[in-house]
């Protein structure tokens, strides 16, 4: 006859017997959580929970990290009268609890000897992660079917996961995606702007007013660290706001014509009152908005440009209120993680004359010296446009802003990354002798390292990007001479 194979116990199998053996562990046989759909969802508050407590654990119980009956009955009697309070329809079964020590034994070797992995805090550093997930965007081939967000969508669940057993918190999986997202589309090759939209690409009201700031502010003070840019930023919008919370339509406009007139050099007694009773974060803030709105539309009048500048007040301040100031802070933070890069995904006004200008001197000298090109522009701008020139030191950031839109958006062939445009804008505009190769590299780095502190940064495909054109022309004299 032939031999019966004999039948392995199932999990509730092996649960019965076991109480049986042990009376202390005995309790009404539930449903075991494994056979739950609970349990499948990774971001359940079954599985936090016991991520939590297992983690917690984790530092008390025995010394080895292996399982064994000693760990498993040290764990179900520290666990389960929190676990039956928390979730009395479930019964704590031994297969769940060895898949979730398993599954955070595996994340915590995989950060092992990683000193920037955890926070002070002993939660995981998600920028840090993010970071060296995208050390592979570069080098990485896209599914042709696929569009390339995938990549940031699959990333953020992978991570998610590690958040959840980990830290036993509920990951924001939309909000990382979009973070991911916003720092792996400037590391594409070949990716065209305006065909791979994705749904995390913002472009409300509230987003065009934060990427106003983030220029306005980055052209006054170019060397910000992404943090201190993300706090003037903030603080801006709230100045925005306070604007139209604290005064109405009418006493914006009288604030405006007084400002107006102290910027043309016509106040009178009357406004000189006015303007001693403006506080003076509220007058920057009107004089500043009025000077682009004019710099943008020499031509309006002095009634539109005063209405027109009412009228953003009032609806700034209702875009921000449509928001938590949470939900404010990670749109500020996706944004300025990018600095100056996004200029390759915004869409400015090409009507504006002084952009016009700009740009046909730009296509006419594209290699010529920035600054001098933009003191070129300036001058002939305020010859064409004489009216201007009480908001004239306003020009000359507006003119940096569009010189570096044209850089991001029309010097280079769609192939190459935001990234590398970037890296080449440093290098032109640095003040160092280009002969100093590592000196201009280690300069690079201090300024990514300060302004996009999320993007991964390689010595070694640096120094091709920044001095592929030098090297291109090495190669070609030596071809030349033999």
Known sequence: MARKTPRTPSSNEFEKARLQANPAFSYPLLDAIDESPEFHDPYSELNLFLSRKIKKEMRHCSNSKKWSIELQEELLQKITPDFQKQFPQYRLGISALKQTWEKLSYFSSQIQGKKEAL????????????KENLKTTQTQRQACHLHPYHYAHQLAAKMGECIAVVDGTRPKLDQLTRTIWSLQRHLIPELNSDHYRSPYDESDQIDKLIIKAILDIGAKHP????????????????????????????????MAI????????????????????????IAKRLKNEMASLFIDKPTLSKERIIQECVTFFEKSHGAIAQFEEEAIEQKIQNWTIQGDMLLRWIRMDH?????????????????????????????????????????????QRRTWIYLKYLWYT????????????????QKKTLPISESSKNELIENVEKICKKILPLMPF????????????EEDESNKDHRKAQ
């Open 119 to 130: 926070t002070q805090e002993g939660k995981l550093n998600i920028p840090f992660f993010i």
């Open 223 to 254: 060397q910000l660290s992404q943090t201190e840019l993300s706090y003037y930023v903030k603080r801006r919008l709230n100045a925005i706001s306070q604007v139209a919370n604290d005064y109405s339509s009418s006493e914006i406009k009288k």
């Open 458 to 469: 390689h010595k070694t495909r640096v120094q091709t990007v920044v001095f592929a054109k």
């Open 351 to 395: 009507a504006s004359p002084l952009y016009q200008l700009l740009e046909q001197k730009w296509r006419k000298s594209p290699k010529a010296d920035l600054q001098k090109l933009t003191l070129e522009v300036q001058k002939e701008f305020l010859e064409k446009h004489p009216t201007i020139a009480p908001v004239a030191p306003y020009l």
């Open 258 to 281: 007084a400002i107006w007139a102290d910027l043309t050099h016509l106040p009178t007694q009357r406004i000189e009152k006015t303007l001693e009773q403006i506080p003076y974060s």
């Open 410 to 425: 029309q010097a280079f062939e769609e192939k190459v990354p935001t990234f590398d445009r970037f890296l080449l804008w």
